[in-house]
């Protein structure tokens, strides 16, 4: 095996490890050493590879959002407001089915961002990138659509993240309150309003 080839597999097998430890332990309680011996390796193979339990969360992030950014490519693609509403009802019931620890995990990092600069700056670019992203996509859907809209194309996108954010939240506490069928729907409004303002 090639050096590329096993620096690439003991990532993937640190970042498993990292999300199993952060899962069971949370982010602040999750320690180098655990993420190492979970993994099977020493702590010095976790700092060659990343510079701390900070870059180990981003990375992981990372790696989700690269999932979420192939499936907003997906989702508005969606031809129809019908299908639209299919997809985000889908890519709901799959969200609140199998993203909550990831959810909480991530929220916990939020937490922490909010009072550590270096973390808030890492934490903010990367959700820049997502808004970008779906800014992207909505412009794309408005303009095969044939409509046109005032607003620059980061105000709807900022709002459908924000909008998720906050349902996934109150799914937390009180499932049965914010089901896909719900989801889908508020976030169809925004990405395709009955009428621009």
Excluded: C
């Excluded at 959810?103 to 270096?118: I, K, N, P, S, V």
Aim: hydrophobic fraction near 50%.
């Amino acid at each position: 095996m090639r050096q590329a080839e096993r620096r690439a597999q003991t990532t993937r097998r640190l970042l498993d490890a990292a999300a199993d430890v952060f899962t069971q332990r949370g982010f602040h309680a999750a320690t180098v050493d655990d993420i190492a011996d979970a993994a099977g390796y020493t702590k010095g193979a976790v700092y060659a590879n990343f510079a701390g339990k900070d870059a180990l969360f981003l990375a992981l992030l990372d790696r989700h959002l690269d999932d979420q950014v192939a499936q907003i490519d997906r989702i508005v693609a969606a031809p129809s407001d019908a299908d639209l509403r299919t997809e985000l009802r889908d890519a709901a019931a799959e969200q609140l089915a199998t993203s909550g620890a990831f959810g909480l995990l991530t929220l916990e990092f939020w937490l922490y961002a909010a009072r550590d600069a270096a973390a808030r700056d890492a934490l903010a670019a990367r959700y820049r990138r997502m808004r970008d992203r779906l800014a992207v996509a909505i412009a794309e859907r408005d303009a095969a659509r044939g409509r046109t809209d005032s607003r620059s194309p980061h105000e709807p996108a900022a709002l459908v993240l924000a909008l998720d954010a906050g349902l996934f939240l109150q799914h937390l506490i009180d499932p049965d309150a914010v089901t896909p069928h719900l989801r889908a729907n508020a976030l169809a409004e925004l990405l395709d309003p009955p009428h621009h303002s």
